[in-house]
């Protein structure tokens, strides 16, 4: 059994920059994805990251203005956001995959955080 502990939200202006943590308890060897859910909204994929940290995949909506990270020192996987838009206002949820494939959909996701909220005034 793998738990997830997110952290790192906050309320931060447009233009500003967060980063975000998720904490594994737990070990596996499978990506990590970062996924985000506004409200209304369909949970969607943001950014995700391999085993090893040598593959990295985003959305188009923040290639460019995140990146994603892991230091397995400390079980820990990184979201930086940068130039952060009102639009970035969401729930972070971080994912363990089901399968050894990085993968974009939340089905092929089996271990979720509780999510930490990202708020973007304008």
């Known amino acids: 059994q793998v738990q997830l502990v997110e952290s790192g939200g906050g309320l931060v202006q447009a233009g500003g920059s967060l980063r975000l943590s998720c904490v594994a308890s737990g070990r596996t060897t499978f990506p990590t994805g970062w996924f985000r859910q506004a409200p209304g909204s369909e949970r969607e994929f943001v950014a995700g990251?391999?085993?090893?940290?040598?593959?990295?995949i985003y959305s188009d909506s923040v290639k460019g203005r995140f990146i994603i990270s892991r230091d397995h020192a400390k079980n820990t996987v990184y979201l930086q956001m940068n130039s952060l838009k009102p639009e970035d206002t969401a729930v972070y949820y971080c994912?363990?995959?089901?399968?050894?494939?990085?993968?974009?959909?939340?089905?092929?996701?089996?271990?979720w955080g509780q999510g930490t909220q990202v708020t973007v005034s304008s």
């Open positions: 994912a363990i995959s089901r399968i050894p494939t990085q993968e974009v959909t939340t089905e092929q996701y089996k271990y």
């Open positions: 990251i391999n085993w090893n940290g040598g593959k990295t």
